[in-house]
């Protein structure tokens, strides 16, 4: 079998697709799970540990264990914000290396770490090796940066035939490639630690990037910390040590995905201070009102990617939603509102509405039912 995979190297979850029977799928872990946490840990004795293993030594061993290497990829010290400082591991050197214990690791390294177990994932899954990929990569990524995750690729053993722009991927996925000649599409992408919007144009069956802009440094990270902040008021004085705040941030990202899709939840933490546990209800609407400056903060992304490619939102045919936070139901309502999205419909809460681009016909807000598996399918498609 010489079949290609796509894979999803995302900054919080990294994913590996196969199109199999003319139906592109994600192939999961023996856990049944399809995305895999972008971790790694490295124990000062043994070899590496990845995905879901190492997200639960992230806290144990924080100064060990290396998240959002994707942030790193391709760059140079000098092109980092301070804020990418603030991690718990430590970096330096120019080019960039991770620094654990006595040992050095590059990004490519730590990349092809998880690339590595995402391919004897498919392997173990397929009874096949696999061995040529297709890699996404963010439409704003440098020369640099799509080099060196080719490099990754390699490390792990791929060929990689392609790289390819997550939203083009996306787009691919939603079979957008059918669209007449010249259609115009944007896609909204919001995960976990990175927002951005671009706007894509189909060209001789080609997605060309009109235009992208966003944020490196919003994401539903910055939902979670919302929670986070909202709970430790809620609980009164605390120890306030790692562990404990740990512990409330886990809560939090639990309720917020709880609430894409019930309406109330309860958040209970037990011995949360030395002599009590800890018992409140979080409703969608409260969590509503906490997230919604969040999403605010896309907007004027969105305003300024059309602006770029001198567009404006009734010109579009389609708003794609990617990223695990678009499942929030409040971004849908949002996105929809702003590029007055003329077939979505739903009751529309206690939002503030009306603050949209414009009043005319507007484009379709295309949704998938697994927003954060849609890049690594669209990637599967190109292979
Ligand atoms: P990335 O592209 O950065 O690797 P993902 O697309 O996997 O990330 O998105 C991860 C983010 O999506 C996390 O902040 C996670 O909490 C959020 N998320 C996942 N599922 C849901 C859900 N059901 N409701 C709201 N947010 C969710
Ligand atoms: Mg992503």
């Known amino acids: 079998m010489d079949k290609i995979v796509g894979i999803d190297l995302g900054t919080t979850n990294s994913s590996i697709a196969i ?95 998880i690339l590595s177990s995402l391919k004897a994932q498919a392997t173990e899954v397929l009874g096949y090796p696999v061995d040529r990929a297709v890699i996404t990569v963010p439409a704003y990524f440098n020369d640099a940066q799509r080099q060196a995750t080719k490099r990754a690729g390699e490390m792990a053993g791929f060929s990689v035939e392609r790289i390819i722009n997550e939203p083009t991927a996306a787009a691919l996925a939603c079979g957008l490639e059918k669209l007449p000649e010249q259609s115009r599409v944007a896609v909204y992408d919001l995960g ?69 899709t019930l309406d109330s939840v309860e958040i209970k933490l037990p011995f949360i201070t030395s002599d009590s546990n800890f018992e409140c ?63 979505y419909q739903e009751t529309r809460g206690d939002v503030r509405i009306g603050e949209s681009f414009h009043e005319a016909k507007g484009p379709i807000l295309n949704t998938f039912n697994n927003p954060d598996e849609a890049v690594a399918l669209g990637a599967a498609i190109q292979g």
């Open 19 to 113: 199109v199999e029977a003319g139906m592109p799928g994600l192939l999961a872990d023996s856990d049944g799970k399809r995305l895999m946490p972008s971790v790694v840990n490295y124990p000062s004795e043994g070899k590496p540990v990845t995905g879901h293993a190492a997200q639960r030594i992230l806290v144990i061993e924080p100064k060990r264990t290396v998240c959002a290497i994707k942030r790193f990829i391709g760059s140079r010290l000098q092109d980092l914000s301070e804020s990418d400082y603030s991690l718990e591991y430590q970096i330096g050197g120019n080019p960039i290396v991770v620094k654990i214990g006595n040992q050095q690791y590059t990004p490519e390294e730590i990349s092809a770490e």
């Open 192 to 260: 976990g630690g990175t927002f951005d919007l671009s706007i894509l144009e189909l060209r001789e069956g080609i997605f060309q990037v009109l235009s992208t802009h966003g944020n490196t440094r919003l994401g539903g990270d910055d939902v979670d910390e919302c929670i986070c902040d909202w709970l430790l008021n809620e609980i009164g004085p605390t120890t306030g040590d790692d562990s404990m705040r740990a512990r409330i941030r886990e809560a939090a990202e639990k309720a917020k995905v709880d609430l894409s």
């Open 281 to 343: 209800q979080l409703t969608r609407k409260q969590l509503e009102s906490l997230a919604r400056p969040v999403i605010d903060r896309t907007r004027s992304h969105c305003i300024q990617a059309l602006a770029d490619a001198g567009l404006k939102a009734e010109e579009l045919c389609q708003v794609i939603l990617v990223g695990g936070q678009t499942r929030m139901p409040l971004v849908c309502r949002l996105v929809a509102d702003w590029f007055g999205c003329v077939d």
